[in-house]
């Protein structure tokens, strides 16, 4: 793609006017039609976590602190998704390869915020997981509704803090003429190859946000299934124990599909040199639309509130 080069005023250490995003290199021929399925995805996921949304506020039965995490899991969701799909179909459908300068560190904001967001949810709700079967008595006290919205506006204000430094430093950097982007958005160490400078400041605190967040989330939710482990082993029967794990299942299935395809993207951006770029884009795109399109399914299908109230609203009437 030929896209003269625009640096305003001719400064060395400004910024170029836009970036072109590639998509998925080695795939152009056939972006058109990998583009369906992705839409599909990003349908589903929009309709699901606003389906969700819906559902928890109107049934004030499902009030309680599991299901405003999961409202919290929902809007960072459709943030994480709609960050990033809408431009990506207009790059497979409408050739818009071309991303404004501001528009393209926008999105390594969001992207990389509510990224940590997610991870932050998710935690919280293993430490939720955690109260609920080791101190049942106690679960209501200790997680009040103020207590829960506070957990959540931390884990938001952590990503804000965490995350804003990326763009203020890219953005005092000198970039190279070249602006090609060869994946379908902007994230952080996909600008950083464009500048001509040295950047270890920058990958160091990239890395540093990475391990602290994922780190530290990682370790708070093993911890908790570990102690989760040990008290439903002490129950007594068989049938208890069968219902405390049900209760985890959907949320252990939920970190699954977040940390497994970051984990991969994650490596291999940076270790997998031997990966075939065209399977590292794949991956990352896969990260950001997955688990916001599995996320409703799973709570939907395993949890029984949300699923009576979903059959209810399609038929109709009341069960």
Known sequence: ISHPMALPSGNSSSHPVSFILLGIPGLETIQFWIAFPFCATYIVAVLGNITLLHIIRIDHTLHEPMYLFLAMLAVTDLVLSSS?????????????????????????????????????????????????ICFPLQHSSILTPSAVIKLGAVVLMRGILLVSPFCFMVSNMPFCPSRVIPQSYCEHMAVL??????????????LFVAFSVGGFDMIVISISYVMILRAVLRLPS??????????CASHICVILALYIPALFSFLTHRFGHHVPHMVHILFANLYLLVPPMLNPIIYGVRTKQIRDRVVQGCCGKEL
């Open 84 to 132: 990033t799909q809408p431009k990506m179909l207009a790059i497979f459908w409408l050739h818009a390869h071309e991303i404004e300068y501001h528009a393209c560190l926008i999105q390594v904001f969001f992207i990389h915020t509510f990224s940590s967001v997610e991870s932050g949810v998710l935690m919280a709700m293993a430490l939720d997981r955690y109260v609920a």
């Open 193 to 206: 190859k464009l500048v001509c400078a040295d950047t270890r400041v920058n990958r160091g605190y990239g």
């Open 238 to 247: 068989g049938e208890a124990r069968l219902k405390a794990f049900g209760t």
